[in-house]
């Protein structure tokens, strides 16, 4: 059965602190690897990785794959209170183009 | 561009009654998502829909829980009858990717809260 683990499921930090996020997964035909960020409401997109080593960076942001290890890591440098909530990895099939979600891991900055 | 609309925000019901969802995807994607998110977890795929058609339904409980997409556009996603283990959130997402190569990027509705009593 197709399994994303994300870890950990929990974390608190301070403001300016710098965090990695961590994502495997056991998936079949895989396509691409997604980082959504989940505040109250709906998922929103953060990053799409598809090919090994290539880092993907958007400000604070950053996040790469490893795809003979099977994971991948979201870093986030300078956290400020804003970057709290759930941070949800997903990861693409080939087989029908959908998507199997990871448990998130829930990021709580304090100032 | 108009984002995915979902209708009601918020449900709540008794067990054993029935309830419905609704989605209306960004136009013109062809494919459109049901995903149930308990507490604590990650979005469970129940449904894909390409079009009118039905990609994946494999983890979609059958005996209480449909789907439909009739023409297309918007869908509907039913649940009769309710158990309290159905407590969630029901997102629906859409993608304009049709068995091509390119990035499939989900755009997320704001999603409806069921409880269940």
């Known amino acids: 059965e197709d399994k994303v683990v994300q870890s950990p499921l929990s974390l608190v930090v301070h403001e300016g602190d710098t965090v990695t996020l961590n994502c495997s997964y056991e998936?079949?035909?895989?396509?691409?690897l997604l980082w959504y960020k989940q505040e109250k409401k709906a998922p929103t997109f953060l990053f799409m990785l598809t090919s090994s080593g290539i880092e993907k960076k958007s400000g604070r942001l950053s996040s790469i794959l490893d795809k003979k290890e099977l994971f991948s890591i979201l870093n986030i440098t300078a956290t400020q209170t804003g970057d709290s909530a759930v941070y949800l990895c997903?990861?693409?099939?080939?087989?029908?183009?959908?998507?199997?979600f990871g448990p998130g891991t829930r990021l709580s900055v304090l100032p | 561009e108009a984002g995915v609309a979902q209708s009601p925000r918020y449900k709540i019901i008794e067990k054993r009654q029935s309830v419905a969802f609704w989605c209306n995807p960004i136009?013109?994607?062809?494919?459109l998502y049901w995903y149930q998110q308990i507490l604590g977890q990650g979005p469970k795929l129940l449904i894909q829909?390409?079009?009118?058609?039905?990609?994946?339904d494999s983890q979609l409980p059958k005996d209480r829980f449909s789907a439909e997409r009739l023409k297309g556009v918007d869908s509907t996603l039913k649940i009769q009858p309710a158990k309290l283990e159905d407590s969630a959130v029901y997102l629906c997402?859409?993608?304009?990717?049709?068995?091509?190569?390119?990035?499939?990027?989900?755009?997320f509705g704001p999603g409806t809260r069921l409880t269940v009593l």
């Open positions: 829909f390409q079009n009118n058609g039905v990609v994946d």
């Open positions: 997402a859409s993608s304009s990717i049709s068995g091509s190569l390119s990035y499939n990027e989900q755009f």
């Open positions: 136009s013109g994607h062809a494919t």
């Open positions: 998936v079949t035909n895989f396509r691409s």
């Open positions: 997903a990861v693409e099939r080939n087989y029908g183009q959908n998507f199997v």
